[in-house]
């Protein structure tokens, strides 16, 4: 059964950092795209960050280009977000995902397993 849990949310001021991990269980961690959306209040889910997990260059969305980073560990199945100079426009409900199929891209109705979310607030 495949599972995905994000963790590492919380509430920062602007300007603050903060480290999302999404830990992977239930099938091989490799072959795959994983990728990083956020659903603020009102507002559809969105792409933010993804990445092949065999490797290759990460895509970003270009309201976090410079900002944040995805990365992960193959080897303890672990998908990251590193989240700097966050801005209270980031604040959401940031969820990890999986996609088995070949496609890498910011559809959401692409992604196969989502994770339970995490929430990051930043205030002004």
């Known amino acids: 059964q495949v599972q995905l849990v994000e963790s590492g949310g919380g509430s920062v001021q602007a300007g603050g950092s903060l480290r999302l991990s999404c830990a992977a269980s239930?099938?091989?961690?490799?072959?795959?795209?994983m990728g990083w959306f956020r659903q603020a209040p009102g507002k559809e889910r969105e792409g933010v960050a993804n990445?092949?997990?065999?490797?290759?260059?990460?895509f970003y969305a270009d309201s976090v280009k410079g900002r944040f980073t995805i990365s992960q560990d193959n080897a303890k199945n672990t998908l990251y977000l590193q989240m700097n100079s966050l801005k209270p426009e980031d604040t959401a409900m940031y969820y990890c995902?999986?996609?088995?199929?070949?496609?890498?891209?910011?559809?959401?109705?692409?992604?196969?397993?989502w994770g339970q979310g995490t929430q990051v607030t930043v205030s002004s």
């Open positions: 990445i092949y997990t065999d490797g290759g260059s990460p």
């Open positions: 995902a999986a996609e088995f199929s070949g496609y890498c891209g910011f559809r959401v109705g692409r992604y196969n397993y």
């Open positions: 239930g099938y091989t961690y490799s072959g795959y795209c």
